[in-house]
Structure formats: structure tokens, C-alpha cells
């Protein structure tokens, strides 16, 4: 049965809704529950017939996603600070309206707002073939209209079964055309990034974020013994990650992306990050949709635009 949002601002909604609330409006027996997180954080924990997902509604971050039988495909630092109007390290954040650092103006946030925003549940489906899905939307704020002038209405749409199906879905509600750059940045469980390979983006050009976005060529397989920062251009193609130390490959699937960032920290980077553990880069890759870089979406007055990722074991 699918169930619509309650009306009014995110703020009244969160100030007037409890974990029961959410649980009245949007709980499917079996399929959907609404818990207390980390720090009274809103989560909801989705369970189909065939794998289980969690989301935080701060910043409409997908934290978890298991196919039956298996160990959770998605990662999460053990050092994120799960607070309100904080982003969470790891997981499927969702960077937008701009990809990395704005493009004009440094002071403002890096990966835009969507990250560590309020969302709000819009509603909740039990589907026929035993997939479940929901569908957030952030609430916007007079701070994000100072920093992206344009209106507009951002939803994220999650389905869980033997895959994960994420789609962000960007609609211009305004009467001028507006550009965006945006991610769907999912951090990959791995076993040991020392024994991992990426295949997908072979002879593929990329902009090396850690020599001043120098364009260089893939020449074979992905591999890492160092950091990597790396914006893969003009591609469409699935990417597979081979986990020899889990014994798993994990296959990700996009449209609505025409770039695709491979990203570890290694051991410097990871050290000087305040939310991420000195050795927790041995445990999680990310490959991450995107439109990056030179990969800009203009979005017409009335029109949207949907980015969307499928990821799951092969």
C-alpha cells in the first residue's frame, strides 16, 4: 500500500513526528520499520524478499544494503559523526547541486548540501514481484536558497531486493534553465584494497584529481597500492569491483552518468581525516555515479533529470 507524505515543513514534521508516527504513515509490516539510529537519528530499515537496506533521513543516506545470505555490500566509518546537519561518512551519500568543490565559489560547501540535509519520507511501496521501495525528499531551507537560487525539488528513490536500486531525481520547478553536477558517492565493504581490482573503465580517460586534474589514459585493470583520486570520463560502462580477500565481485550499474569516480584515501589522506579511522581505508572503495567534472547537466524550466545506480553481487 503506498502512503503519502505528511504536509507542511521538514522542521514541523520533525518537531510534531515521532519513531511511531513514521511507523502510523509509512510502516509496511515486514517490509518497513522507522528506529531510533545513532544519536536519535530517524532510520529506516527496509526488509523484501530477497535483501534488506537501511537509510538515515539526515542527508537521505542509504547505509546499508545485504543481498539474503550475504555480508552487507556498503560501508560505513566507524568514526562518522552521525548528527543532524552533518554528512555521514560512508554509505550512498548524495552530493548535489554541485559535485566536489563549487565551481565559482569556494566558501561554499564542498559537494554541495543534499548530503547533510533534512529529507522526508514521501512515501512507501511493498512491490508485487517482493521488492520494497521509498521515495525521500529533501525539505528546502532558506540556506539552501542562498546557495542554489533556483527552485526546484529533489527526491531520492530507493528499491531493495536482490539489488539496489537508487535513483536521485532532480526537477527544475522554476521558470529558468539551471545547471548541476551531482553523485550518488557509495563506498564499497571490502576485504583489503591492496587486493582488489576495478575492470570496467580499461583505456578509459580520467582526470587525476591528485596531479591538478592531469587527463591520463586507464591502461588495464584498476589497482591500488597508493592513493587514488581519480574522475573517469565520458563513460556509461558498469564497473565491477574483485574482492579477492571477500571472494566477491560486486557489480555497479549506471544511467543518467556520463562519469564515474574511483576514490581511496590510502594511508596519509586517511590519517589527517577527522571522521575516518587511521587504517579504515584498507576497508572500503569508492565508485561512485556521477556527473563530475566537465560532466554538467543542464535542466530546463518543467524538465528533471534522474541519476540513478544499481549495485549488487555477481
Avoid at 536521485?168 to 520547478?173: G, K, S, V, Y
Wanted: one cysteine or more.
Amino acid at each position: 500500500m503506498r502512503r503519502r507524505f505528511l504536509s507542511g515543513t521538514y522542521k514541523e514534521f520533525m518537531m510534531n513526528t515521532q519513531i511511531s508516527d513514521l511507523n502510523d504513515e509509512f510502516g509496511i509490516e515486514g517490509a518497513v520499520e522507522f528506529a531510533e539510529g545513532p544519536n536519535g537519528l530517524a532510520i529506516a530499515n527496509i526488509t523484501s524478499n530477497s535483501g534488506k537496506a537501511s537509510i538515515a533521513l539526515n542527508g537521505g543516506t542509504v547505509l546499508s544494503f545485504a543481498p539474503n545470505g550475504e555480508e552487507d555490500v556498503l560501508w560505513v566509518s566507524s568514526e562518522s559523526a552521525f548528527e543532524e546537519g552533518k554528512a555521514i561518512r560512508g554509505g550512498i551519500p548524495v552530493c548535489w547541486p554541485w559535485f566536489g568543490s563549487h565551481p565559482t565559489d569556494a566558501s561554499k560547501p564542498s559537494h554541495g548540501f543534499a548530503r547533510y540535509s533534512a529529507w522526508r519520507v514521501a512515501y512507501t511501496d511493498a512491490l508485487d514481484d517482493g521488492t520494497v521501495a521509498i521515495r525521500l525528499e529533501m525539505a528546502v531551507s532558506d540556506e539552501m536558497n542562498t546557495l542554489f537560487p533556483y527552485p526546484f525539488s529533489l527526491y531520492l528513490d530507493v528499491c531493495v531486493g536482490k539489488t539496489l536500486m537508487v535513483n536521485l531525481i532532480t526537477r527544475n520547478t522554476g521558470t529558468e534553465t539551471f545547471q548541476i553536477t551531482d553523485a550518488l558517492h557509495s563506498y564499497f565493504s571490502i576485504g583489503d584494497i591492496s587486493q582488489v581490482t576495478v575492470s570496467g573503465l580499461e583505456s578509459t580517460q580520467y582526470l587525476d584529481k591528485l596531479e591538478k586534474f592531469r587527463q591520463k589514459g586507464q591502461d588495464g585493470l584498476i589497482s591500488f597500492n597508493k592513493e587514488v583520486d581519480r574522475v573517469y570520463i565520458d563513460t556509461k560502462s558498469d564497473c565491477i569491483i574483485d574482492d579477492a580477500a571477500k571472494k566477491r565481485k560486486i557489480r555497479i550499474s549506471k544511467t543518467g552518468s556520463s562519469s564515474t569516480v574511483v576514490w581511496n584515501p590510502w594511508i596519509e589522506t586517511a590519517a589527517a581525516m577527522g571522521n575516518l579511522g587511521d587504517n579504515e581505508y584498507l576497508e572500503f572503495l569508492c565508485v561512485e555515479t556521477t556527473n563530475a567534472g566537465t560532466d554538467i547537466i543542464e535542466i530546463k524550466p518543467g524538465d528533471r533529470h534522474v541519476l540513478s545506480a544499481v549495485t549488487g553481487l555477481e
